[in-house]
């Protein structure tokens, strides 16, 4: 059972135009969520996060957006550029940031590859 | 410079052979991950290890084994019972943010 998941495999955006990429989740116990971006042969690189209480958080040309009561968020890349190209994974946790407790772990999606065209 | 180094980067197995993948962490980090990514997949974890001496098996851990001797240092051998083990292996820690962060991977290739 996909506790998150990403159900665009792939998505095509021309460069200097916005890039959402979504993802849901089930399990209402997450309470913390994060991006990653992965380059081929790569290890995936932390983007940004978000705590469930929060429905925004931004960084730069990253936004992320969160609405629990729909189980969903999103990462909105604004202006896309061709150095974005790369996969996106959407990953949650049931452990906010400086809980002093719980397993730690991080539930991933299986990705969305995001192709940013000159 | 702080980061994490896995080696190697690549590594191929003949069948029925035990196979050791290294991951070393200069971060100070208490706990580290294992994860397998398969091709079409996300990141299954394989086991992890919130402090040294102590370790847990994750979603997918049939056929591998770890250890934690040291903060630093958290292997991970790839098993003769491990039925598929062709995959791209990630090794992560994490800060107190509950933010991980990963090393470059290995891949692994049993011939």
């Known amino acids: 059972d996909q506790q998150v998941k990403q159900n665009s495999p792939s998505l095509s955006v021309q460069e200097g135009r916005i890039s959402i990429l979504n993802c849901d989740y089930t399990?209402?116990?997450?309470?913390?969520f994060l991006w990653y971006k992965k380059y081929p042969a790569e290890g995936p690189t932390f983007l940004i996060s978000?705590?469930?209480?929060?429905d925004k958080n931004e960084d730069g040309r990253f936004t992320v957006f969160l609405n629990k009561s729909a189980k969903h968020l999103s990462l909105h890349i604004v202006p896309s550029q061709p150095g974005d190209s790369a996969v996106y994974f959407c990953?949650?946790?049931?452990?906010?940031?400086?809980?002093?407790?719980?397993?730690?772990?991080?539930?991933f999606g299986k990705g969305t590859k995001l192709s940013v065209i000159p | 410079d702080g980061g994490i180094t896995q080696s190697p980067k690549y590594l191929f197995r003949k069948e029925g052979q035990n196979v050791t993948l290294s991951c070393e962490q200069n971060?100070?980090?208490?706990?580290m991950y294992w994860y397998r990514q398969d091709p079409g997949q996300g990141l299954r974890l394989i086991y992890y290890?919130?402090?040294?001496?102590?370790?847990q098996k994750g979603d997918i851990a049939e056929g591998y084994s770890v250890s934690r001797e040291k903060k630093e240092s958290f292997p991970l051998t790839v098993t003769s019972a491990q039925k598929n083990p062709t995959a791209f292996y990630l090794c992560?820690?994490?800060?107190?943010?509950?933010?991980?962060?990963f090393g470059p991977g290995t891949r692994l290739t049993v011939l």
């Open positions: 992560a820690s994490r800060t107190l943010y509950n933010e991980q962060f």
């Open positions: 399990n209402s116990m997450f309470d913390y």
């Open positions: 978000i705590s469930s209480i929060k």
């Open positions: 990953a949650a946790s049931p452990v906010p940031p400086y809980s002093g407790a719980g397993s730690y772990q991080l539930t």
């Open positions: 971060l100070n980090h208490d706990a």
């Open positions: 290890s919130q402090i040294v001496n102590d370790f």
